[in-house]
């Protein structure tokens, strides 16, 4: 039987892949890189392995004797990782550190890429078994958007684009034409709620892909701790980029949405070159 790599973060996320690559009859080996991983992917993964993030040759080694050859990377890793340092790193995870230009996302993960890759070791698209989850445009829910209100999703689109572009986040949170938050070092749900704060209400989150997105890694995701931020701050509306978002727990997620009168929609953006 064929094996595929997890590096699991927080989230259900790597949940949805496990499950998605069992069902293609590959065995699924996980180590859990960060604490709090969903406790399914213990119960459920053919190899399982809790390995911290700063302990990089542990995790390579682990990789090796699985005989793995490919991985994805999925689940939250956040940055404040890195910033309020890291509990006993071993020496490989300080050398890539301090190789590092910058601490950007895409700087870290393509870093994490190339020694994966001088291991043998290749990142696999993460959206590979997650196309099923990806939705096409439309609203998703029973109550839609209103004319002044997709107009507000369509600046938020815009925003959130130039923003991903620069590798700061792939969220905002935006109410009468005026951005409210924008997604930094503090993840999507703090984005949601600080936003929201600042709306007082109805706000609308928009969620997008970064232009020339790496499917490798940061693919934007979406699921219920999402919609209970939202909650939490009062936001109306969520907005997603069409077939470039992952939509992990839709059932429960709509069926909330629906109950306390929420607003979740798929929206095409411009083609990329």
Partial sequence: MAKVGLLAGVGKLPVEFLRAAQSEGYEVVVIAVIPDTEPELKAEADSFYEINVAKIDKIFKTLHKEGI???TMLGKVTKEILFKGLVMPDLRTIKLLTKLRNRKDDTIMLTIVEELAKEGIQVVDQTVYMKPLMPKAG???KAKPSKEQMADILFGFDVAKQMGGLDIGQTVVVKDMAVMAIEAIEGTDACIKRGGALGRGNAVVVKTAKPRQDVRFDVPAVG???IQSMLD????ILAMEAERTIFVEQAEVIKLANEKG???CAVDGPEEE
């Fill in 69 to 71: 050859t490919e991985v």
């Fill in 139 to 141: 609203v998703l829910t």
């Fill in 224 to 226: 219920l701790t999402t």
């Fill in 233 to 236: 701050s009062d936001c109306k």
């Fill in 262 to 264: 929420l607003i979740i």
